[in-house]
């Protein structure tokens, strides 16, 4: 009778239903395994973000043909790579960016679009002269762009070349032109020396082109080549505006080197202004001089002629026997004595003659001169000097300032004059001021803070990442991969059945304690309820209490399942 009731109250344990799946043995293990495949993939996709590499930038702003070689070449090194937002850049990992950019510079890349010369190594065979003729001037043109890339400031280059074909007529012949245009790094610009040294190496390339027939311009449409603009003074070239500047840089730096010792290296500022000719001048000049005193001019030449003659005029005795030539001589000579007499007498008488010439030249003075100044000689330097009033410290250490005395100033000045080379026949200048200076502006520098310096920060991001990995991955880990295994091995299942008979005892002994409690108190109330109805009750109460103590005391475990089937409708 006891058994049949028991066997009533034991009803057929429902199976549980997930998503409309019932949760047999076979599909709960299944599920469980699918679980934890996913927990596993999680965790690894975490602790893949966390060892991610720190991509940094290739190269950037490169035409699709370049892109396309360098991608090649990274594949076949291996070497990953990725592009950034706008597809503008190429992106590696931080610690292979040098070496990449080096293997990809051994095979000339980035090329940026400029074809030198190696386009002359595909020549076709029957290429026409034209062909031939315009690839010559792409290659020309590619290898200049190369050349002008070389420029710190230049980031690309085209060169466009407009080469006239030949003539043998002279009136027909043309001059070549080129143009240029720039494209430079952000933030940089070109000196006129650098605009003027481009346009000479594109001049000097091409056979017969002219400096004034290039034209530089930059990506802003900017003019650079205008020659107005070159320099303030188009008389002069870069170079020797160049020459003049460090001139005059040299002569300020000589005043402030020699006056800082004295007042202080911040107490002292120079300026010069140079006046320098470089106009070439040659001079020859004869002089002549009047002659010194005889005694001290040199003789070149003298020349002496003496003559001895005697006079062609008549003397002697007049008459016709003194004019009559001599007889002619006869054997024996019977001459009269009065006429030889005569002769010998005027031969005697005759005067002698005598002519003396003397020609002597002398050296005239004459002085030869011939003069060559080259280009930049000083014609003229103005030099402005300010010093600082002096500082000085009391006793007490209060710092106090004063003006220059006359004595100290002239020291000032004439070492001033003597660092510049001053030369009054030049009309040279110089003024020396004393007066204080302002005070500069304090620039408060702010020490950033520590977590707000860029290696910190960068520190903490690198930290954060990876601890961030693993926090994750435990937190997966804990509460859905070691349940998830713990199921599927049956670990969970051996825990759940001892944690569920000791809950069926303790919620066993609490109804106990509850019934027993309850039979308390009604036994109370009954005590206190003389009808008969009352009594019926209790009656029916003690026999229903006896016949369960008899058969928990007979067979305990039929007890123990109608009271686990309570436990589970509840």
């Known amino acids: 009778m006891a058994t049949v009731n028991d066997a009533a109250l034991i009803e057929p344990t429902p199976v549980p239903m997930v998503f409309g799946i019932p949760q047999t043995p076979g599909v709960r293990t299944i599920m469980l395994s699918v679980g934890a495949a996913i927990a596993i993939a999680i965790m690894a996709g975490i602790w893949m973000w966390s060892q991610a590499p720190d991509y940094r930038v290739l190269f950037s702003n490169f035409n699709d043909r370049d892109g396309g070689a360098i991608v090649a070449s990274l594949q076949q090194q291996n070497i990953p790579y990725k592009y950034s937002d706008g597809g503008s850049a190429i992106l590696v990992p931080a610690n292979q960016v040098h070496d990449a950019r080096l293997k990809l510079a051994s095979q000339g890349l980035p090329k940026g679009g400029n074809v030198g010369f190696e386009l002359m190594e595909n020549q076709k065979l029957g290429i026409s002269q034209f062909l031939e003729q315009v690839n010559f001037q792409r290659a020309l043109e590619g290898e200049l762009a190369r050349s002008i890339q070389a420029v710190s400031a230049v980031q690309t280059a085209r060169v466009h070349l407009a080469i006239p074909k030949a003539s043998v007529f002279v009136r027909e012949q043309q001059k070549p032109t080129a143009s240029v245009l720039l494209n430079l790094y952000p933030s940089r610009v070109l000196d006129q020396q650098q605009v003027s040294a481009i346009i000479h190496l594109v001049a000097s390339s091409i056979p017969e082109l002219s400096a004034k027939n290039v034209t530089i311009v930059d990506q802003n449409g900017n003019l650079l080549s205008d020659p107005s603009k070159q320099n303030a003074n188009p008389n002069l070239d870069p170079t020797q505006l160049k020459y003049v500047q460090e001139y005059q840089m040299g002569v300020v730096k000589k005043i402030e080197s020699i006056i800082s010792p004295i007042v202080g290296a911040q107490n002292v500022r120079a300026e010069a202004s140079a006046d320098i000719d470089f106009s070439r001048t040659e001079q020859a000049a004869e002089i002549y001089r009047p002659n010194t005193p005889p005694e001290a001019s040199s003789i070149r030449s003298q020349q002496t002629s003496e003559s001895y003659g005697k006079s062609n005029t008549a003397s002697g005795v007049p008459g016709a026997l003194s004019n009559q030539p001599p007889a002619p001589a006869t054997a024996p000579i019977t001459t009269p004595a009065t006429a030889a007499n005569g002769a010998a007498a005027s031969a005697a008488s005759a005067p002698a003659l005598t002519q003396k010439d003397a020609t002597i030249n002398y050296e005239v003075d004459k002085t030869i001169k011939y003069t060559q100044q080259g280009m930049g000689g000083l014609k003229r330097l103005s030099v402005a ?143 206190g309820t003389v009808d008969a109805q009352g009594r019926k009750q209790l009656s029916s109460y003690e026999i229903n209490m006896d016949m369960a103590k008899q058969l928990a005391a007979s067979d305990p475990k039929i007890v123990a399942n109608v009271i686990k089937t309570w436990v589970s409708n509840e």
């Open 385 to 527: 000097v300010v010093v600082n009033y002096k500082s000085e410290t009391d006793k007490n250490g209060k710092v106090t300032t004063r003006p220059l005395t006359d004595v100290e100033k002239n020291q000032i000045t004439d070492l001033a004059r003597e660092a510049m080379g001053f030369s009054k026949e030049r009309g040279d200048t110089l003024n020396v001021v004393n007066t204080p200076f302002a005070a500069p502006e304090k620039v408060v520098s702010e020490d950033i803070p520590l977590w707000k310096q860029a290696d910190v920060i960068q520190t903490a991001k690198e930290f954060g990442k990876y601890l961030i990995g693993i926090l994750a991955m435990f937190y997966i880990f804990k509460n859905y991969l070691k349940p998830t295994l713990n199921k599927i091995t049956g670990k969970d299942q051996e825990k759940t059945e001892e944690e569920k008979e000791k809950e069926k005892e303790q919620n066993a002994l609490e109804k106990s304690q509850k019934e027993a409690d309850d039979e308390d108190g009604a036994i109370v109330e009954l005590e």
